[in-house]
Every structure is written in structure tokens, then in C-alpha cells.
């Protein structure tokens, strides 16, 4: 396999970003057009109560994505500064350990689900009219999950080894077999939103086993390590993955944050505008994950640089990389809140016909949660900068703060204030408020940030 020639220590930054950036940012384009695609497969092949159903179990699939690239960034961030100290072993036991971990949790997230599937749907916001199809769903979607934390954790390793065209594709080829396959399920088999769930599984599937054969095949540094089985090894595995969740606990909370916000968002909708306002949040709550994912490949991109870097000693390489990721981060999130102020009918229009009432209401309130986009995509990014440099505190404090404190509330208070244009504002409005917090801070601080401890 032809291998990126990528070198972190001594490379120009802004040659590095971009050779890491415009793959990453495909890759998770086409993760969000799969997203945007399945929407509009279900919503026009089976209705607006399957768009609701499925908002009602994606805070599930979205935990189970925090853990993935909580772990991912954790053994990423560690094992890139491994790297840099010339430890290549350390770097493959953090890999390693991460993988098991993580199997191990997914494993007891998948049994709890079938144990416990009706009051856990309920427990996120199911209806009785929601119940069955929201069912469906998720007992469909189950079994890719494993395979699915094999690709979140991957995709950041596979960066950091060098290769990040082939985490491009990777992402390109699951999500490309994704859309052909809800097309087929949904409308020449008629499987409806049971077919949607198979789609994903298989498609999760192939892409864990691509991410395993790179490990095993094709890998420069990074290969699975084999683990002693002694007490001294649990300790040490046990000590690793805690520290390795740490550092990843910013990105787990801004996975479990979406999670919040459609929870929140679903009981808000419905309470003011009923289950059609529902189906119209989910429109919002899938072009959502474009936001995240266009925001997180700056950060992501930047990453592997700024860790390698900081674990090399080069602080004026570390200030470099921020620069070059936060001015990308401003351009991708004005431009995205500029195409859902202005396309706003065409994007509902993806989803749902124009004579439902869910339709209006989407319409109307996509502008205004396209306001978030530009303060987003500034917090992805000092958050990953953060994170990078082993700043977990940090990290977390403000994930929390953009994506729980100040959102929950948000919701509950805007709506008294302003109607239903309230629903939509809570998240920009917590957004910017974040923004500012974290620029005061990093302005206060900026001497002091990019030292290694």
C-alpha cells in the first residue's frame, strides 16, 4: 500500500494540515451524507413517525460513538507523543489496550439494550405511536456495533500512523455500501426502517473489518500488541485506559451532548409542537452531524500534529498548527451557517414533502440552528487543541458547558421567552456563549498552554 509522507516533527505545518485535513474531511463528508441520505430514504419511503423513531434511538448510537472516539483520541493523543519520544512499543500496547477496552464496553452496551429495550426507548423519549417502529430500529442496528467501534477508534490511529487517505477510505466505502443499501431495503424491498437498521449494521461491518486488516496488513508503526496476562499487565491496561479516557472525555461528552440535545430537543418539540415539531427537530438533528463532522475534521487534522509535537518539545509548532486549524475552523463553520440560512426549504425539502406540516416548521427553524455552525466549529477546535496537549481538564469544562450547561437550559427557557423560535436558538446561543468563555481563556493563559508538563 503506498504510504502518505508524512512527517510530523519536521514537516511545514500548514503542508501537514492540509494533507491531513482534505482526507479527513471527505471521509467525513461522505459519513454525513449517508446520514442525510438514510433521512431522506426513510422519510420519503416510510414518514415522518420514522424520523421521529429514529431521533428517539440515535442518543443511543451517539454514546456508542463517544466511547469510540473517546478511546480513539485518548490512544491517538498518548500514542503520538509515544511516538514522538521514539517508543513505538508503548504506542502499540496503548492501541491494543484501547481495543480491548472498548470491545468489553460495547459488548454490556449491546446486552443492556436487549434486556432492556422497551424501558431504555422510553427512558429517551419514546411515544406509544413511536414504539414499534423505534423498536425495530434499534434491534436491527445492534449487531454492527462492535464493528462500529473498531472503525471510530481506528480512524484517528490510522491518522496518526500516516495513512489518513486510507481512513478516507474506509469512511468513503461504508458509507457509499450505506446509501445503496437503504435505498434497497427501504424502497425494491420494502423493509421500511427495519431495512434502514440492517443497511448500517452491515455497512459498520465492513468497515471494522477494513480497519482490523490495516492493523494487521498494511500498518507503519501501529500494530496490535500482545498483552502479558498477568496482574501486573491489568494494572498497567487498567492505568492506560483511565488516562486514555480521560484525555477523550471531551470528545465522549460532545458525542453524549448531541445525545442531550435531541433527548431535550424531542420532549421540547413535542411538548410545544407535537410530533410533527419532532419529525421536523430531526431534520435539524440529521444535517446536525454535518456541522460536527466538517468542525471535527479541522480538529481531528490538526491533532496528530499538535500531539507529536507537543510530546517533541516544539511549542512554536504546536502555536502554528492552532493558528492554521482555527482559521479553517472560522471559514467551514460561516459557510456552513450561510448555506442553512439560505437553503433552508431545499434542505427540508430532502426529507419530507413540502405539503407536510413538519415540513414548515423545519424550514423555518433551520436558519436559525445554522447560527450555531460558526462558534461550533471555533470550540471543536480549541477543544481538540486541548486535548492534544493533555489538557483534559480543560477540555472537558468547556464541552460541558457548550453542550450541557448552558444548552439543557437553553431549551427549557428560551421557548417561555420567544415561542418556538426558542427551541432552535438554545443551541447557537450556548454555542457562542462557550466561544466567548474559551477565548478569554485561552487569552489568559496563552503563555502557559503549550508547555509540556
Known amino acids: 500500500m503506498e504510504r502518505d509522507k508524512l512527517d510530523f516533527g519536521d514537516g511545514k505545518i500548514r503542508q501537514l494540515f492540509t494533507a491531513m485535513f482534505f482526507p479527513t474531511l471527505i471521509g467525513m463528508v461522505f459519513n454525513s451524507a449517508l446520514n442525510i441520505c438514510d433521512g431522506m430514504f426513510v422519510g420519503h419511503g416510510v414518514g415522518s413517525n420514522a424520523l421521529a423513531a429514529i431521533n428517539i434511538v440515535a442518543p443511543l448510537f451517539l454514546l456508542c460513538t463517544g466511547i469510540g472516539l473517546m478511546f480513539g483520541i485518548g490512544a491517538s493523543v498518548i500514542g503520538g507523543i509515544r511516538l514522538a519520544e521514539g517508543n513505538v512499543k508503548a504506542a502499540r500496547i496503548i492501541m491494543t489496550q484501547a481495543y480491548i477496552v472498548g470491545a468489553i464496553i460495547f459488548g454490556t452496551v449491546i446486552v443492556c439494550s436487549l434486556l432492556f429495550t422497551r424501558p431504555l426507548l422510553y427512558l429517551l423519549g419514546c411515544s406509544p405511536v413511536l414504539e414499534e417502529l423505534a423498536t425495530d430500529y434499534l434491534l436491527w442496528l445492534l449487531p454492527g456495533l462492535v464493528f462500529f467501534y473498531l472503525q471510530c477508534a481506528g480512524m484517528m490511529l490510522i491518522r496518526l500512523d500516516g495513512s489518513p487517505r486510507y481512513a478516507m477510505s474506509v469512511q468513503i466505502v461504508s458509507a457509499i455500501l450505506n446509501i445503496f443499501l437503504d435505498w434497497y431495503m427501504v424502497f425494491p424491498l420494502g423493509m421500511g426502517i427495519k431495512g434502514a437498521a440492517i443497511a448500517t449494521s452491515i455497512s459498520c461491518i465492513v468497515a471494522g473489518i477494513m480497519v482490523v486488516a490495516y492493523f494487521i496488513f498494511f500498518s507503519d508503526k501501529l500494530k496490535f500488541y500482545r498483552l502479558r496476562l498477568s496482574a501486573k499487565s491489568l494494572r498497567l491496561s487498567i492505568r492506560n485506559t483511565a488516562y486514555m479516557a480521560k484525555i477523550g472525555l471531551a470528545t465522549f461528552i460532545a458525542e453524549v451532548a448531541i445525545g442531550v440535545m435531541m433527548v431535550t430537543g424531542n420532549y421540547m418539540f ?102 450555531c455552525a460558526l462558534p461550533f466549529a471555533i470550540n471543536i477546535t480549541f477543544i481538540g487543541y486541548y486535548q492534544s496537549c493533555e489538557r483534559a481538564t480543560r477540555s472537558i469544562i468547556y464541552m460541558l458547558l457548550r453542550g450541557i450547561i448552558f444548552m439543557v437550559p437553553g431549551f427549557i427557557l428560551l421557548p417561555e421567552l420567544l415561542g418556538s423560535a426558542g427551541l432552535w436558538i438554545a443551541i447557537p446561543l450556548s454555542e457562542l456563549i462557550t466561544t466567548i468563555i474559551i477565548t478569554l481563556g485561552y487569552l489568559a493563559s496563552k503563555p502557559a498552554m503549550i508547555l509540556k508538563r
Not at 319 to 335: D, K, N, P, S, W
Open 270 to 371: 413535542f411538548s410545544y409542537l407535537g410530533e410533527d415539531g419532532v419529525a421536523a427537530f430531526s431534520i435539524g438533528c440529521y444535517l446536525f452531524p454535518l456541522i460536527f463532522s466538517i468542525s471535527n475534521a479541522v480538529a481531528q487534522s490538526a491533532q496528530p500534529i499538535i500531539s507529536f509535537n507537543y510530546g517533541g518539545g516544539q511549542p512554536q509548532r504546536v502555536r502554528q498548527a492552532l493558528h492554521v486549524a482555527l482559521a479553517t475552523a472560522i471559514f467551514c463553520g460561516a459557510a456552513i451557517s450561510a448555506g442553512m440560512w439560505g437553503g433552508s426549504g431545499f434542505l427540508a425539502g430532502i426529507f419530507l414533502e413540502a405539503s407536510e406540516h413538519a415540513y414548515t416548521i423545519a424550514k423555518a427553524g433551520l436558519p436559525l440552528l445554522g447560527l
